[in-house]
Nanobody, 116 residues
Framework: QVQLVESGGGLVQPGGSLRLSCAAS????????MTWYRQAPGKEREMVAH????????SYEHFAQGRFTISRDNAKDTVYLQMNNLKPEDTAVYYC?????????WGKGTLVTISS
């Protein structure tokens, strides 16, 4: 059974940090490109960052550069998103996605709320 389970969301004050995790099972994690997306209330889902098979190749959207870091641990079948200096506009449901040869899976998301 394929699963992508996000965790680590919550309520944080502006300027704070969170580390999101996405635990994968049921497919070959090490052969998948992993991507974090987010969807804010009333807005379309947007990409945040993605990471290649080995973790050497990463890419970030402009709003994430310098504040967010994507990483993966293939031994734990987990991808992470470290988010620093969080802003109210980062409030969203954050999703992870796994894409590989013949598969494309999404998690159900974890809610991140940035508010004082």
């Amino acid at each position: 059974q394929v699963q992508l389970v996000e965790s680590g969301g919550g309520l944080v004050q502006p300027g704070g940090s969170l580390r999101l995790s996405c635990a994968a099972s049921g497919f070959t994690f090490s052969e998948s490109v992993m991507t974090w997306y987010r969807q804010a209330p009333g807005k379309e889902r947007e990409m945040v960052a993605h990471i290649g098979f080995t973790g050497d190749a990463t890419s970030y959207e402009h709003f994430a550069q310098g504040r967010f870091t994507i990483s993966r641990d293939n031994a734990k079948d987990t991808v992470y998103l470290q988010m620093n200096n969080l802003k109210p506009e980062d409030t969203a449901v954050y999703y992870c996605r796994a894409v590989g040869s013949g598969f494309d899976y999404w998690g159900k998301g974890t809610l991140v709320t940035i508010s004082s």
